[in-house]
């Protein structure tokens, strides 16, 4: 097993409800560390840029607006195999197919507004994570 980092967003419908406390509980649970953490709004042009990827696909707009529409927890995530662990600890992007006890499937409203980002892919995580903070926030 290999130690990782992966990003975790808490989503605006999850922080408007005051989630964040209880979605950390999980992550921790989940046997992962929260070594970095940022409280924000993203800007229009921040989350179009984090979302690029998903420019040409037809929710894309939709995405953007729903993740600029409050504050959201940015979180630099570490442990064994962070990236995988922390898809299990999330649950089906869909919470309707999630597995009991994940994230999604306790505090998701729908496919949409599903309370947490978490990265694909060890690649994506780095990247996602240089896109929030710079090394200095991470040492140590």
């Not at 940015?74 to 009991?100: H, I, S, W």
């Given at each position: 097993m290999v130690k990782q980092r992966t990003l975790s967003i808490i989503k605006p419908d999850a922080t408007k409800r005051n989630l964040a406390d209880a979605i950390n509980t999980k992550i921790k649970e989940g046997g992962l560390n929260i070594v970095a953490r940022k409280d924000m709004q993203l800007t229009q042009d921040q989350a179009g840029s984090f979302y690029e990827v998903h420019k040409e696909r037809p929710f894309y707009g939709e995405l953007v607006e729903f993740m600029t529409s409050g504050p959201v927890?940015?979180?630099?995530?570490?442990?064994?195999?962070?990236?995988?662990?922390?898809?299990?600890?999330?649950?089906?992007?869909?919470?309707?197919?999630?597995?009991?006890?994940?994230?999604?499937?306790?505090?998701?409203?729908?496919?949409?507004?599903?309370?947490?980002?978490?990265?694909?892919?060890?690649?994506?995580?780095?990247?996602?994570?240089?896109?929030?903070?710079?090394?200095?926030?991470?040492?140590?």
């Open positions: 927890v940015v979180q630099v995530l570490e442990g064994e195999d962070a990236v995988a662990k922390y898809r299990e600890v999330m649950g089906d992007t869909d919470p309707a197919n999630a597995a009991p006890g994940t994230i999604r499937a306790e505090y998701a409203e729908n496919i949409g507004a599903n309370s947490v980002h978490g990265s694909d892919s060890e690649e994506n995580a780095k990247i996602e994570i240089g896109f929030f903070f710079d090394e200095t926030e991470l040492a140590g």
